[in-house]
Nanobody, 121 residues
Framework: QVQLVESGGGSVQAGGSLRLSCAAS?????????MAWFRQVPGKERVAVAG???????WYADSVKGRFTISVDIRKRMVYLQMNNLKPEDSAMYYC??????????????WGQGTQVTVSE
């Protein structure tokens, strides 16, 4: 059974940094070939903000480009999101997920509990 556990969220002031972690269990190297971070605010859809392939190709939403960095440690089954120069609009619940390598859409409906990021002015 696949499990995803996100951690590392918190409350910071604008301009601050956080590093999110996602621990995956019950997964194979193959199933982690493309991973992504998503975020969701109440009342809105969950949207992808960063993705990475097993070959190291990355993708970022325009809103976070240049500020966020996604990385993966396949051997440890870990996915990370380094977030720098945080802005209030980055406040959201953050989730990681296995995604399609073609369009970064979630491959299935497996989600963790998420980790909350709150950025104040």
């Amino acid at each position: 059974q696949v499990q995803l556990v996100e951690s590392g969220g918190g409350s910071v002031q604008a301009g601050g940094s956080l590093r999110l972690s996602c621990a995956a269990s019950g997964v194979t190297y193959y199933s982690m070939r493309c991973m992504a971070w998503f975020r969701q605010v109440p009342g809105k859809e969950r949207v992808a903000v960063a993705g990475i392939t097993s070959r190291g190709t990355t993708w970022y939403a325009d809103s976070v480009k240049g500020r966020f960095t996604i990385s993966v440690d396949i051997r440890k089954r870990m996915v990370y999101l380094q977030m720098n120069n945080l802005k209030p609009e980055d406040s959201a619940m953050y989730y990681c997920a296995a995604v399609s390598c073609n369009n970064w859409n979630p491959r299935d409906d497996t989600w963790g509990q998420g980790t909350q990021v709150t950025v104040s002015e």
